[in-house]
């Protein structure tokens, strides 16, 4: 296991610390997990970065970063949802169109093909890290900056929370948009009932 997959395989953990945190009522919570969510965000650009540059890109790391990301960011929207910060609606178009993806990856797998994510699909990703991200700088503007703010906050956590919902819905339109490019690229494969 190389450093690149390390950070990607990271991810998996790094996710259920950040739900753990968001749920937490000590000091600081909502902050910490705000800033282990932009570590993990830095890591999914840094593991592709570290392969490409030590040449030891492999099969494995393209699969599993795309798996990690989904990973991470369908456990931290059933807690933004449950936490009543995303529309249940939302959430579910988002996991839908990532399960078919994915199904069509490990058919595609099983013919020794590897789908890589395209641009469309990175910007779709992109996008949803950012939603999430303003997402879970609410709490964190709320009751930790709170503390110390000599003025009201609420209107900074509302804008907040707007440009987060509001990233979200484009990050819900590249989901549909990218997931309609890769079932038309690769529908002849996975439907194929040739294995070779």
Not at 77 to 82: E, G, N, Q
Not at 126 to 133: D, E, K, N, P, R
Not at 188 to 196: A, I, Y
């Given at each position: 296991m190389n450093l690149p997959n390390l950070l990607t395989m990271s991810r998996v953990p790094l996710m259920f610390i950040i739900v753990g945190l968001m749920y937490a009522d000590f000091a600081f919570a909502a902050s910490l997990a705000f800033w282990l969510f932009i570590w993990g965000t830095i890591s999914d650009w840094l593991d592709g970065h570290l392969a490409r540059r030590r040449n030891i890109v492999s099969n494995f790391g393209k699969l599993m970063d795309a798996l990690t990301d989904k990973i991470m960011v369908i456990g931290i929207?059933?807690?933004?949802?449950?936490k009543h910060q995303l529309p249940v609606s939302w959430a579910l178009l988002t996991m839908c169109r990532e399960f078919l993806?994915?199904?069509m990856r490990m058919v595609?797998?099983?013919?020794g093909v590897v789908v890589a994510a395209d641009k469309g699909?990175?910007?779709k990703t992109?996008?949803?890290?950012?939603?999430?991200?303003f997402l879970l700088a609410v709490p964190m503007v709320q009751e930790d900056w709170a503390r110390f703010a000599p003025f009201d906050l609420s209107a900074v956590?509302?804008?907040t929370h707007w440009v987060g919902l509001l990233s979200f819905v484009a990050g819900t339109f590249f989901a549909l948009w990218s997931g309609y490019r890769y079932f038309t690229r690769y529908r002849?494969?996975?439907?194929?009932?040739?294995?070779?």
């Open positions: 929207m059933i807690a933004l949802v449950d993806i994915s199904g595609a797998a099983s013919k699909g990175k910007t992109v996008t949803q890290l950012i939603a999430l991200g956590a509302e804008w002849v494969l996975v439907f194929s009932d040739d294995d070779k």
